[in-house]
């Protein structure tokens, strides 16, 4: 082999060396650059005859030729590979199944209070909603529950600072509802006429210190309330055997109302169900306390206990949608876990 060829040979070992374009323009010089090697081999032309001077320089051309192709081929393949590279690093696997942006829903127990609302709505009932945070007043006192009694430690308390509470059941709703439909309607009440009757459910969070399989520290309750000149025992019997039938759309649903106490109510009564068909049929469960609620507590609404009569009942949602739903673990509401959570979408 001759010079020229071992030279153009070396040029294209070096070029297939170069892994980038820097790399690339390096061996460049080597061969073509003012110092390169075929360069040299030019200025070393000077000293021969015209003559060999044609011959030789002809084939240093074609040997510049052959290098600079073999280069222009190099930068070629390195803008190349580096495409791919890229085309590879940005790669979209168009076959992977498409993010999904899952369809979230309602919880449970907000399908349950929902439910509660629209039934009691349909009956004449308005909402209402309070401060989780509540003062002694309005959990405890205004509801004929004064500091020393015994009732007080039925409820676990949450204290907070600055004399507050995390409220231990719905019942200051009770009050506190009272109160602003009295406001309302106080030119009626002074003037001796008749206030619209009170109609109301309050559902919301309540917080005791419990924690088991049934009994959370944070749980639900709705409160009920209706008050008039003409309200008995009755009516509640009537409304709330209707809501348990419609809520578990169960028409042979037994309701038992037992005896029991409330300090802010008088009578109290503690309501069970009874489904007659399904896993559950024939047990008493209980679903609610109720009772007629006690003139103190009339009297704390701001109204006369001679005139005003009404029932209360306090349920717990958490309970109902537990039974509905045939859930055996209250915690399953409040641990978050999406695969028990999207069975009830
Ligand atoms: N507040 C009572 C409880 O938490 C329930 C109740 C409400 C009872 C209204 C009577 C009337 O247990």
């Given at each position: 082999m001759n010079e020229l060829d071992s030279l153009i040979d070396g040029a294209r070992i070096a070029f297939a060396q170069a892994q980038t374009p820097s790399d690339l323009e390096n061996a460049k010089a080597q061969f073509l650059?003012?110092?390169?090697r075929l360069t040299e081999l030019m200025k070393g032309?000077?000293?021969?005859s015209v003559e060999d001077k044609k011959t030789r320089g002809a084939s240093i051309n074609l040997a510049k030729q052959a290098i600079e192709s073999a280069l222009a081929g190099r930068r070629q393949e390195l803008v190349e590979t580096e495409l791919q590279l890229q085309l590879k690093s940005e790669a979209?696997?168009?076959?992977?199944?498409g993010r999904q942006r899952g369809l979230g829903g309602l919880h449970p127990v907000s399908l349950t209070l929902e439910r509660i609302e629209g039934i009691f709505g349909s009956m004449g009932f308005d909402v209402a909603e309070g401060p989780e945070i509540e003062t002694d007043w309005f959990n405890f006192t205004a509801l004929?529950?004064?500091?020393?009694?015994?009732?007080?430690?039925?409820h676990d308390t949450f204290y907070v600072e600055g004399?507050?509470?995390?409220?231990?059941?719905?019942?200051p709703m009770q009050i506190r509802h009272a109160v602003q439909h009295v406001k309302k309607h106080r030119a009626i009440i002074d003037a001796g006429g008749t206030m619209p009757e009170i109609r109301v459910i309050a559902p919301g969070r309540t917080y005791r210190v419990d924690s088991d399989a049934t009994h959370s520290p944070m749980f639900h309750q709705c409160e009920g309330l209706w008050v008039g000149e003409n309200v008995s025992f009755k009516d509640l019997k009537v409304v709330f055997t209707d809501f348990c039938r419609t809520f578990f759309e169960s028409d042979d649903l037994v309701l038992r109302f037992r005896p029991s106490f409330f300090p802010?109510?008088?009578p109290s009564a503690e309501i069970d169900i009874q489904f007659?068909?399904?896993?559950?049929?024939?047990r008493w469960l209980e679903v609610a306390g109720s009772g007629q609620v006690h003139p103190n507590v009339i009297r704390n609404m701001g109204l006369d206990p001679e005139k005003y009569i009404g029932f209360a009942f306090g349920m717990g949602p958490d309970r109902l949608t537990m039974l509905r739903y045939d859930v055996?673990?209250?915690?399953l509401f409040f641990d978050g876990d999406i695969r028990f959570l999207s069975q009830f979408q």
């Open positions: 650059g003012k110092s390169g032309m000077g000293a021969l979209l696997d168009v076959s992977l199944p004929n529950t004064p500091e020393d009694h015994p009732a007080r430690s039925m004399g507050y509470l995390l409220r231990t059941h719905t019942s802010f109510t008088e007659q068909r399904g896993p559950l049929s024939g055996n673990d209250l915690r």
